[in-house]
Nanobody, 122 residues
Framework: VQLQASGGGLVQAGGSLRLSCAAS????????MGWFRQAPGQERERVAA????????YYADSVKGRFTISRDNAKNTVYLQMNSLKPEDTAVYYC????????????????WGQGTEVTVSS
């Protein structure tokens, strides 16, 4: 699976962005998907995740109520809608695919996208 993340950019605090993660070479429908982010000097952290069916989702406490993960298996794409953005959301965002679970460990994920940068100004 090749993953291509897009949709990042510069936005003011309180604004919104929608990240997309498009897959090629293989269908995403068999994979749980996660969105991670890594701020400068920080470890990569799981922000949101979704099971292959879309029935179950996970959100980090820091983004609950503001971010929404979704997927369209027909389009082979996973989304992260980010609302009410804060300066502390500034990071490079990565999507990742897992044939197993959708936990917090980076090692659970088999494929990674290249990252898309999100900058939130105050």
């Amino acid at each position: 699976v090749q993953l291509q993340a897009s949709g990042g950019g510069l936005v003011q605090a309180g604004g919104s962005l929608r990240l997309s993660c498009a897959a090629s070479r293989r269908a995403l429908s068999s994979y749980a998907m996660g969105w991670f982010r890594q701020a400068p000097g920080q470890e990569r952290e799981r922000v949101a995740a979704i099971t292959w069916s879309g029935r179950n989702t996970y959100y980090a406490d820091s983004v609950k109520g503001r971010f929404t993960i979704s997927r369209d298996n027909a389009k082979n794409t996973v989304y992260l809608q980010m609302n009410s953005l804060k300066p502390e959301d500034t990071a490079v965002y990565y999507c990742a695919a897992s044939l197993g679970g959708y936990g917090s460990s980076l090692y659970e994920y088999d494929y990674w996208g290249q990252g898309t940068e999100v900058t939130v100004s105050s």
